[in-house]
């Protein structure tokens, strides 16, 4: 009987980060780290870049290469500039990054706003659409059928970082985990492994298969509808899962919703628009009857 209860006791143990051995750097050289966090933003940028390549040579393309190139640089730019301004707009305890400019460069120390790099984005599509003369919904489409993997290997990230934790746990939780830089010690979920498998694995899996495997793509505005809904659909559950930031717990307590959760609404409503818009109008043209 002694060593069921052990037994038990041991299977109840909850998991330590720390156990892991996991750091937040591939290597280090002096006082220069190569930080997971900034490979995951390259991996996923660079493996975008490489599925609209691919892409672009599957019919009813409305990209050539010289926009894949400059979508390439100045999505990268929104990424960057629109993630950190939006984290300094909606996150930064009492606007702190806004009232001091100089620390909005210092991108190594964390702080990057999802919605606000997809603010990024949009701005960099409307840019190289106008200049080349291209359909803006089409353009998103293609670019949004490739964000997923970003958001897979930055929530990944955030989980080798030990950072944006989940919240408390239950006691029938048995893959939480202890974080060491949480408040106390209790187990928590680990909710950047939710998001990762959310709102990167399984979106991937649902724009690959509507891309490759259907006729969406003749459909302009279907893609990023319902990637739209997708992402405001994973955040909106997962912030059940995770910690508010510390500086927007009230904002939470007081509203009954999360930051993310209430970010998420006019998202959805969005995608909800171009979805049924998109299923309204016919496709385009007679190439959509060509079977794929």
């Known amino acids: 009987m002694l060593s069921l209860s052990l037994a038990a006791a041991a299977a109840q143990a909850p998991i330590y980060w720390q156990d892991l ?15 997971w966090y900034s490979l995951a933003y390259l991996a996923g940028i660079v493996l975008g870049y490489w599925h609209l390549t691919r892409m672009m040579k599957a019919p009813g393309s409305p990209l050539a290469q010289r926009h894949a190139d400059d979508l390439f640089f100045y999505c990268t730019l929104g990424i960057i500039l629109g993630g950190r301004l939006g984290y300094a707009l909606f996150y930064s305890p009492d606007f702190y990054l806004l009232k001091h400019p ?3 460069i210092k991108l190594w120390e964390g702080g990057m706003s999802f919605h606000g790099g997809i603010l990024g984005v949009l701005l ?5 659409s106008w200049r080349g003369g291209l359909s803006f919904l089409r353009v998103c489409d293609y670019i949004a059928t490739c964000v997923p993997f970003g958001m897979l290997f930055g929530r990944l990230a955030n989980f080798i970082n030990g950072e944006l934790w989940g919240r408390v746990a239950g006691p029938n939780v048995p893959w939480a985990m202890v974080f060491p830089d949480a408040p106390g010690t209790l187990p928590r979920h680990p909710s950047q492994l939710y998001e990762a498998g959310i709102e990167g694995l399984l979106l991937i ?3 690959l298969y509507l891309f490759w495997r259907t006729r969406a793509r003749w459909r302009p505005g279907l893609l990023v509808g319902v990637f739209a809904l997708g992402i405001a659909a994973g955040r909106f559950t997962v912030e059940y899962f995770r910690e508010p930031d510390a500086q927007l717990s009230e904002f939470a307590r007081t509203t009954g919703l999360s930051m993310g959760q209430w970010l998420t ?8 628009i171009f979805v049924v818009r998109s299923l309204i109008k016919p496709p385009l043209g007679s ?5 794929q």
């Open 21 to 35: 051995g996991l750091k937040p750097y591939l290597f280090q050289i002096g006082g220069f780290e190569l930080r």
């Open 102 to 104: 100089g620390e909005l």
């Open 124 to 128: 960099a599509i409307t840019w190289v």
């Open 205 to 207: 899996i649902v724009m």
């Open 265 to 272: 609404i006019p998202l959805a409503l969005v995608g909800l």
């Open 287 to 291: 190439a959509a009857k060509t079977p």
